[in-house]
């Protein structure tokens, strides 16, 4: 814990409680209100814990003001040029980049973890075709720990890390049988001979009637997308991991809620959303109705894509996804798409408003990776599962660091509460 040399004072009536203060590597310092209520008998309120430290991380920085979003240090603009995902997934779970031995080692563990458990396909034909890929993903997730017993002891420090290579290694293998049984089109096996992205680009679109080979500029595109969305500190799905294994639950079932969290168009939704909605707008001659609409307090419209709690500057893995969007359009010659166009035509008036630069709403990592994900094949609906995919490192390295926390324990937040103060039952008769 940082250091507590510093300490608020808290007066409520006649009573002054001193509540230390700890300063961390970088952003705001915090006030540690552990005791409040033992010590004043009051509760601290902040529904959607817009003021709330729930924990100390050595993993991920966000500064919103600055649109600066830092893994174990390193930039995200860095990482997303100089780095690659798996590179990125050791960095976050160990947190040092590691020597191209540790690297190779890493790749090697991940790759060979790739495979499910031939038993597990069954699980998918027990959906409808048309069950949307993350209902799959959390009942297919949430089933591995019937199946992966040895990695489900939590006190053990080497199941655990087992229990995370197993995620990252199988995470794409789920999302791309999701797919392909939504498709109706038969399970493709991972390769040992691909890496991570291509494998996972390999298992959504080739078929057994002919030979597929990946195109590499859509392989770094898409391990570009895994290593934007990798993880992002104490976001409402982490939140949800790190509470879930608050329990004592075990890492599947933890990354099933997760995964579940994920998938609300308010978080890793909004990329399905935001391309759906750059769709329904369709040219830019009607934006200006849609982003009345935005304004509009009654409608309850929001431009998805749009806005974050944390940045009031820009997010910038926006920033990084606008530019990918625009190579991969190019290098696949669709560079005068449409939705594109609307997307950037969007983006530019929101910037100009009032409304939007009052409330320091910007495009999020939302509003561009749909466009991109589309232009290399994917339907709307695969969207938020590849959210969750890239998001799984980030989950499973901040449920290791909870439970490496000898002071961590259960989650179990308090209430203002508004309801009926003790009254006596009623019978019917009488009511
Ligand atoms: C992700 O937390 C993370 O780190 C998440 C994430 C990650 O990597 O894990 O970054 C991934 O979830 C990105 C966000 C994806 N969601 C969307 O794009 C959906 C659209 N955005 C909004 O729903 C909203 O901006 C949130 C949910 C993202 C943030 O909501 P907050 O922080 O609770 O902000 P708010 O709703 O209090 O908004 C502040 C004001 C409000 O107006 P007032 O009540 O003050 O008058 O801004 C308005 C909102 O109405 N507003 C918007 C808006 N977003 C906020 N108005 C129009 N369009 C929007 N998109």
């Not at 500057?313 to 010659?333: C, I, Y």
């Not at 999020?364 to 799984?392: C, K």
Request: glycine share 6%.
């Amino acid at each position: 814990m940082a250091d507590t040399a510093k300490s608020a004072k808290l007066t409520i009536g006649e009573q002054s409680y001193d509540l230390p203060i700890y300063s961390p590597t970088v952003g705001p310092d915090v006030l540690d209100i552990r005791k409040l209520y033992g010590q004043a008998g009051v509760f601290t309120y902040d529904p959607g814990f817009t003021s709330t430290a729930s924990c100390d991380s050595t993993i991920t920085f966000i500064d919103g003001d600055e649109g600066i979003l830092l893994h174990r240090g390193y930039p995200i603009d860095q990482l997303a040029s100089k780095s690659h995902y798996l590179e990125v997934c050791y960095l976050l779970m160990y947190g040092e980049l590691p020597t191209a031995a540790e690297l190779e080692e890493f790749e090697n563990t991940i790759t060979r973890h790739t495979m499910i458990h031939e038993q597990m396909h069954n699980f998918f034909r027990g959906f409808r075709r048309d069950a949307h890929p993350m209902a799959t993903m959390v009942g297919v997730v949430g089933a591995m720990s019937a199946f992966y017993h040895d990695s489900t002891d939590i006190s053990d420090p080497r199941q655990r890390e087992i229990a995370s290579h197993r995620l990252i290694a199988k995470m794409p293998t789920i999302a791309a049988m999701a797919y392909k049984y939504s498709i109706g089109q038969p399970f493709v096996y991972p390769r040992n001979d691909l890496d991570y992205a291509a494998n996972f680009l390999h298992m959504c679109f080739s078929v057994p009637a002919e030979k597929y080979e990946v195109n590499p500029i859509l392989a770094r595109a898409m391990d570009r997308i895994f290593t934007l969305h990798a993880d992002h500190e104490q976001n409402a799905s982490t939140s949800t991991v790190r509470l879930a294994s608050s329990s004592g639950a075990n890492p599947f079932a933890c990354i099933a809620a997760g995964i579940a969290c994920l998938w609300g168009p308010a978080h890793g939704g909004a990329n399905q959303a935001c391309l759906e909605m750059l769709k329904e707008i369709g040219s830019v001659d009607r934006i200006p109705e849609f982003i009345a609409r935005a304004k509009d307090k009654n409608d309850p419209f929001r431009l998805m894509g749009f806005g974050h709690r944390v940045y009031k500057n820009r997010d910038p893995r926006a920033t990084v996804m606008k530019q990918s969007a625009d190579e991969v359009l190019d290098l696949l010659g669709v560079e005068n798409n449409p939705i594109l166009q609307v997307a950037k035509e969007l983006e530019k008036q929101a910037l100009e408003d009032p409304y939007f630069i009052d409330k320091k709403l910007f495009p999020n990592v939302d509003f561009y990776s749909g466009i991109i994900l589309e232009a290399m094949g994917f339907p709307t609906s695969m969207f938020t599962p590849i959210f969750a995919l890239s998001r799984t490192v980030g989950w499973v390295s901040q449920w290791k660091e909870q439970l490496a926390d000898p002071q961590h324990k259960i989650g179990r937040p308090r209430q203002l509460y508004l309801g009926s103060a003790l009254r006596d039952y009623t019978d019917i008769e009488s009511r």
